[in-house]
Structures are given as structure tokens and as C-alpha cells.
């Protein structure tokens, strides 16, 4: 799992963030992984009506759009820009399903947006509450996402320490 997360930062999340990012990346690709890979798939959204391996509701996908995206023209070209060209007209939620690199680019756009709500240290705890709050609005802790942050953490340090 350790050469899994590895590679998914490193192929999947790294570049589509720093095509997108605005600032240092650290953050946003932790909480991406961590997201992504937790233990069992349980989707972050209220109602598990949640898309993408981030698990995205379409309400969130669409303010993503909406509420950042659309006063950030230069940013929303580069992020339509992961999308397909047919399957995004068509049903835009189902293309957070189908396109890595877009469900990454929008998720990442989300961290973005309310990375003000990131406060602290980059530990498995305070990854967790963000990464909460930007999805469901609310401050709470989940525990298999810090176990998941606390795995995801590790294997990084010790990637980075062989390099």
C-alpha cells in the first residue's frame, strides 16, 4: 500500500496540483492522499451521495464551479482542462467519477478555496478536521482519517528520507 500512496502522489496528485496550485503544494497533496486512500471507502458526503474517490457530492462539485471557479477564469480553463470533452457536457458529476486528474483538480480547487479553515501543523489531526470541514462544513475529527493521514504521513517521510 506504502509503493501505492507513493505513486499516486507522485503520478496522480503532484501534477495536477502544481498545474493548478497557487501556492505550495504540501498540504493540499496530503490531504488528497490521505482522502483517497483511506481503509474502506466511506463517502464524505451527507447521504452518500458522493462521487469520486474523494468522495464529492454533485452540490459540492457544483459550488466548486460556481463559488471559486467562476471568478477564477484562468484557473477554471487549466481544471476544464482535465476534463473530457464529450462525457463533462453530458453529466458533469459522472466525469468525477470516470477522470482522475479532474476529481483531483476539483477537489484540490475545494482545498483551495477553503484552505483559510487549515490552521496549525500538518499532522494527522488537524488533515482530518480540514479535510471535514472543506467537505461536510463541520470541524469534527474523523478517526479513520487521521489513521489514514498518520499511515499516509509515514510513508512519505520515510519516501522522502530514502531519496
Given at each position: 500500500m506504502r509503493d501505492l500512496a507513493v505513486a499516486f502522489r507522485d503520478r496522480i496528485i503532484s501534477p495536477?496540483?502544481?498545474?493548478?496550485?497557487?501556492r505550495e503544494t504540501p498540504l493540499l497533496e496530503t490531504a488528497l492522499a490521505g482522502a483517497a486512500l483511506r481503509e474502506s471507502f466511506a463517502p464524505c458526503c451527507r447521504n452518500n451521495q458522493a462521487f469520486s474517490l474523494y468522495g464529492l457530492s454533485s452540490g459540492l462539485h457544483r459550488r466548486v464551479w460556481d463559488e471559486y471557479?467562476?471568478?477564477?477564469?484562468e484557473l477554471a480553463s487549466l481544471v476544464r482542462g482535465f476534463a473530457s470533452q464529450r462525457q463533462f457536457l453530458q453529466n458533469p458529476d459522472h466525469e468525477l467519477d470516470t477522470n482522475i486528474n479532474y476529481a483531483t483538480a476539483i477537489t484540490a480547487c475545494l482545498l483551495q478555496w477553503q484552505s483559510n479553515?487549515?490552521?496549525g501543523n500538518l499532522n494527522p489531526e488537524n488533515l482530518s478536521r480540514f479535510w471535514t470541514y472543506c467537505v461536510l462544513g463541520s470541524a469534527r475529527r474523523d478517526p479513520e482519517l487521521c489513521q489514514a493521514y498518520r499511515k499516509i504521513l509515514?510513508?512519505?517521510d520515510a519516501c522522502s528520507a530514502a531519496a
Open positions: 495536477v496540483v502544481v498545474a493548478i496550485s497557487e471557479l467562476a471568478y477564477r477564469p479553515a487549515m490552521s509515514r510513508w512519505f
